[in-house]
Structure formats: structure tokens, C-alpha cells
């Protein structure tokens, strides 16, 4: 079935780039492993397949799903989120632009962004998304060609306004990025609120099952695409027809996990918010989350992903983050298994000591699809073992 557009999210995340195969009628298309393609006379090529850094059908069906589920026209599947942004931030600037980024972003695109290609000369101003006067200050005050978002952002769960952020890029020139990773589109459709760029690290909720790492940048104009897709053939961090295929896989059922990843979150965050061990939960489906109202207008619930700083400092963060058995202690979210984090020394410790830099009482919980009584029976376990 071609991908149709007008129809439900759970039906193109099913159907969009995967119709069967027309000699056998095989319900699921075949992974095509090969890395080159006959041609029937001298660039004679069938159906534009020539080789596979330039073009694989297991990749080009992910990329039609990507691109329907995001409302975008163009998708690109790449091996890794960082080798997405890594081409996306080349295809767009050059020496001398410059990057406005939250103050909160991921510390791998932080890392990428500053110590990869400050090195090329693109500069970069971190500032607080969610103050709109400061973003505007700083994108005027420089020659600035990309603003960046995470929303929600990572691990410090603040919500920023896409529309109104978009209307602050554009003002200026320049193009509205958002890293879509945590809310997924099922949650949250970035291009349809003004963004012009759509970046995820599919490694997370898209392949859903912590068993592929991959990235993918979706966009809705033709010119920009265009530029997307020369960086990717030419630099060639294309993702391979595996990893792929497992993306396409886990991808299909996006929709129905993240319906029970947001459940376990909200059950999670309200347990979380009762407990006299708990100084502070950040999750946007909390009332008490300042950005609870925005966060209802543009997502369509809450996610799985949950931060939580304690009344005992670094010390209780550390001893709940080593005893649970449900939730592992592990880098990564997003999979349908439980998983904790200790940001500070894990996934935000390239961020140590700038201003990007987590709280030492803060740990990041990626709640899982398991039942919500067992995550909350782990966590219950695990705060008996801090030192009061
Ligand atoms: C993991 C992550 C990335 C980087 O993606 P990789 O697949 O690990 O390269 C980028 N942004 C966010 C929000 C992430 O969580």
C-alpha cells in the first residue's frame, strides 16, 4: 500500500513504505543486503538503484515511513543520531554561522556541536529554549543559521513552544531544528507547528527495543531535502540495510507503545511526587510542571521519559540509581525494557562542569512497557536503602 497521508498514525506506521512483494506476495518486504546493483546497459538502472551508499530499499522504506509519520516529504535513515545531526549541521552551515541551542541539550550534540565543529569555525550560544527574549537576543547577536530544541528536553524535561520558536528563527533567517527523540511523532509532529527540520536518534523510542542504533532526519521542502541528501550520499553515514530493517520493525508499533510508555510515566511520576525522599519529579504531565499546558497544546500525551532529584543529594541520586532489578542502569532510553540513568556521570558527563552540566541529586528514569505496579514496587525497594 502506498504511503496515504490522510490516514491514521498506527495506519502508516503499519503501511507507509511497506507494501508487499510483488513476485512471492511476502507481507513484510525482503532485506536487501546487497551493496550493488546490476545495470541493463552502461547507467541503465533499475528502478534508480545503482549502489548502496547511494540507495538501499530496506533504507528507502524506512525513510518513506519516517517521512509519513513525521508529515515531512523527505526522510533520511543514517547510522547514527549524531551521524544525522553531524550531516545536517553541514549540509545547512558554513564557517562563520552560527548555533543557537538549548542550555540543556543533549550532551552528544553539545559535544558535537562545540568540540567537532567549533573546530570548522560554526559557533554556538547555549541559552535557556524556554525564555523566548533570550533566544531572539541570541540569534541577533550573531550570524545565526540554526536554532536547535529538544522538547522535552533531556534529562531536564522542560518544554518549549515549537510555533513560537519557529516564528523567532524565521524572523531571523535562520531554520528551527527540533530533536524530536523523546517525544517521538506519535507524540509530537514538529513540522506541522513550524519547524523546518525533524532530527531523532532512532536508537531510542523509534527502534523501541535498545537492539539497533541508528538517527534520521525528516524535512518538508524539496531545496533543503535536496541539500540533506547530497551530505548523506557524500559523507555516507548511511545506516545499513540490518539496522534498518530492524528500525522499520520496531517503528511499526510505535504508536501502541508509546500509549503504554506514557501511562507508566504518568503512574511513575505521581508515585515519585508523593514521596518525602523526592525533592522535586519533572514531568510534563504533572499540573505542577511549568510547562504542563504547552506541553498539552502540542503533544498528544506525556511519554515515558521521567527525572527525579532528591532531598539526599548525590548520595540517595547514586543509591536508588545501583539497587533496582526492574529498571537496569544503563546509557539509553526508549526501549520497551526499563531503564535508569545517572546523567551526571553517564550520559551528560562530556557536559561536567559547563553550563550544560545535570544535577548530582538528578536521575533519569526511561519507564518501560513492563506493569506500572513493578516499576513502582523497584523504586519503592530501592528508596529503603537511602540513608536518612
Ligand atoms: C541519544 C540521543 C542523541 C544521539 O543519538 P545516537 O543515536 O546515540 O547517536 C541525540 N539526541 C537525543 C535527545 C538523544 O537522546
New binding site residues.
Given amino acids: 500500500m502506498p504511503a496515504n497521508n490522510n490516514a491514521g498514525f498506527n495506519t502508516r506506521a503499519v503501511h507507509a513504505g511497506q507494501a508487499f512483494e510483488p513476485r512471492t506476495g511476502a507481507v513484510v518486504p525482503p532485506l536487501h543486503f546487497s551493496s550493488t546493483y546490476a545495470q541493463d546497459g552502461i547507467g541503465n538502472l533499475r528502478d534508480g538503484y545503482e549502489y548502496g551508499r547511494g540507495g538501499n530499499p530496506t533504507r528507502d522504506a524506512l525513510q518513506e515511513q519516517l517521512a509519513a509519520l513525521e508529515g515531512g516529504t523527505h526522510a533520511y535513515s543514517f547510522s ?6 553531524d550531516s545536517l549541521i553541514r549540509a545547512i552551515a558554513r564557517p562563520g554561522d552560527h548555533i543557537v541551542l538549548g542550555n540543556d ?2 550532551g ?2 553539545y559535544r558535537l556541536i562545540n568540540r567537532v565543529l567549533g573546530g570548522w569555525g560554526i559557533g554556538n550560544s547555549p541559552v535557556d529554549m524556554s525564555d523566548l527574549d533570550a533566544v531572539a537576543a541570541a540569534v541577533a547577536a550573531n550570524k545565526t543559521r540554526i536554532v536547535w530544541v ?1 522538547t522535552p ?2 534529562p531536564m524535561m522542560k518544554i518549549t513552544d515549537i510555533a513560537a520558536l519557529a516564528a523567532v528563527a524565521h524572523d531571523a533567517g535562520a531554520l528551527l531544528v527540533v ?1 524530536n ?2 517525544a517521538s511523532p506519535y507524540l509530537q509532529t514538529p513540522l506541522a507547528l513550524g519547524a523546518d527540520v525533524v ?6 523510542y523509534i527502534g523501541g527495543h535498545s537492539d539497533v ?3 534520521a532526519i525528516v524535512v518538508k521542502d524539496a531545496e533543503l531535502a535536496e541539500k540533506i541528501g547530497f551530505v548523506q550520499f557524500a559523507v555516507g553515514a548511511v545506516s545499513g540495510p540490518m539496522d534498518a530493517f530492524l528500525t522499520t520493525r520496531g517503528l511499526k508499533t510505535l504508536g501502541v507503545r508509546m500509549d503504554r510508555h506514557s501511562e507508566n510515566g504518568q503512574a511513575v511520576a505521581e508515585w515519585l511526587l508523593q514521596r518525602p525522599e523526592v525533592e522535586a519529579v519533572l514531568y510534563p504531565g504533572l499540573p505542577s510542571h511549568p510547562g504542563h499546558e504547552l506541553a498539552k497544546k502540542q503533544m498528544k500525551k506525556f511519554g515515558g521519559m521521567v527525572s527525579v532529584q532528591f532531598r539526599g543529594g548525590e548520595a540517595a541520586a547514586r543509591t536508588v540509581a545501583e539497587n533496582t532489578s526492574v529498571f537496569t542502569l544503563a546509557e ?3 526501549g520497551i525494557e526499563s531503564l535508569m540513568n545517572y546523567p551526571s556521570e553517564m ?1 551528560h558527563a562530556s557536559v561536567k562542569g559547563t553550563e550544560l552540566a545535570v544535577p548530582v541529586n538528578l536521575i533519569r528514569l526511561s519507564c518501560g512497557i513492563e506493569e506500572a505496579e513493578d516499576l513502582i514496587a523497584d523504586l519503592e525497594q530501592a528508596f529503603t536503602k537511602i540513608n536518612s
Avoid: W
Fill in positions: 547514527s543520531g549524531l551521524a544525522a545531526e541539550a543533549y552528544g550534540t529538544e528536553s533531556n530533536d527523540t523523546f532530527v531523532h536518534s532512532t536508537t531510542k542504533v541508528g538517527g539509553s532510553l526508549g550520559t
